[in-house]
C-alpha cells in the first residue's frame, strides 16, 4: 500500500511531456488491460477507447484542445468515448459474453437482462449517455494510477471541445462520443509543475464519518 500512495503523491497532471521518449509496447499493453479490467455499472463498458499514435491527427486535435502541448507531445494519447446507442443490443452482447465466458445458457441469464433492460431502457437519451459517460471516468482513474505504479506520466484532459474532437475522429458514424483524454508518457525536464507540492483537501475536511 506505501508504495501505491506513494505513486499517487509522485503522479501529476503533467503539462510538458518529453516528445522524444515513447512508452514501450509492454507498458501500453499493460495500460491498455488495465483499462480492459477496469469496473463498470452492470459490466456493462459501454465505451470505447482510442489510443491516438498518429501525429497529424495529434496535430489536428491540439487547436481544439486549448492548444495544450501534451496532445502532440506526449508519447500516446488515449481518448475514451461513451456509446450514444445504450440500447438493448449493447446489454444483449454483454449476456452473450457472459453465456460464453462462464459457460452458462443464455435462457439463464434472462432474467437479468430484463432487469438491466427495465433500469436503462426507460432513461432519457440524453440520462444513458450521461450514464455511459460516467463510467469512462473509472477506467481514466485506474489508468492513471496503474500508470503511476510504472512511472509513466499522465495527464488527464477535459480541456477540448468534444464535438470537434467527435468530427476530426468520424465518431457519430461509429455511435461514439468523445467524454474525456488522457495523454502518458514521459515529463519533460523542464516541466516546473512537477515540483508543486499537491493540494488536496484535508483528510478532515474530505471525510464525514458517520
Ligand atoms: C477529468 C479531468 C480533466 C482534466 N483536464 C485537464 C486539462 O484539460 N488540462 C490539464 O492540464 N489538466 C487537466 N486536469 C488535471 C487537473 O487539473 C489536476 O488533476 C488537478 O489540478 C490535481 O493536480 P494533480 O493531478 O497534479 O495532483 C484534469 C483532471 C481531471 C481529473
Given amino acids: 500500500m506505501n508504495n501505491y500512495i506513494e505513486s499517487l503523491q509522485w503522479r501529476y497532471a503533467t503539462k510538458k511531456f518529453d516528445a522524444s521518449k515513447k512508452i514501450s509496447e509492454e507498458d501500453l499493453n499493460a495500460l491498455k488491460e488495465v483499462i480492459r479490467l477496469s469496473a463498470s455499472s452492470y459490466g456493462l463498458q459501454p465505451y470505447k477507447v482510442l489510443i491516438i499514435e498518429n501525429d497529424d491527427i495529434r496535430k489536428q486535435l491540439q487547436p481544439v484542445s486549448w492548444g ?4 502532440v507531445d506526449a508519447s500516446h494519447l488515449i481518448i475514451f468515448c461513451n456509446e450514444i446507442n ?4 449493447l446489454i444483449d452482447n454483454y449476456l452473450e459474453n457472459v453465456s460464453n465466458t462462464r459457460g452458462v445458457a443464455i435462457e439463464e441469464l434472462k432474467d437479468y437482462g430484463d432487469f438491466m433492460k427495465s433500469k436503462i431502457t426507460p432513461l ?13 471516468y473509472i477506467a481514466l482513474g485506474n489508468l492513471l494510477s496503474a500508470a ?3 512511472k509513466i ?6 480541456g477540448f471541445e468534444p464535438d470537434k474532437y ?5 465518431l457519430k458514424e461509429q455511435g461514439l462520443k468523445s467524454t474525456v483524454a488522457a495523454a502518458i508518457g514521459y515529463r519533460s525536464s523542464e516541466d516546473k509543475t512537477q515540483f508543486f507540492a499537491k493540494v488536496r483537501k484535508s483528510t478532515q475536511e474530505l471525510f ?3
Fill in 166 to 170: 467527435d468530427e476530426i475522429l468520424g
Fill in 153 to 158: 506520466d499522465t495527464c488527464p484532459i477535459e
Fill in 124 to 136: 432519457t437519451s440524453d440520462a444513458k449517455i450521461n450514464w455511459a459517460a460516467k463510467q469512462t
Fill in 148 to 150: 503511476a505504479q510504472l
Fill in 68 to 71: 495544450q502541448s501534451q496532445i
Fill in 86 to 89: 445504450v440500447n438493448d443490443d
Fill in 208 to 210: 464525514n464519518t458517520i
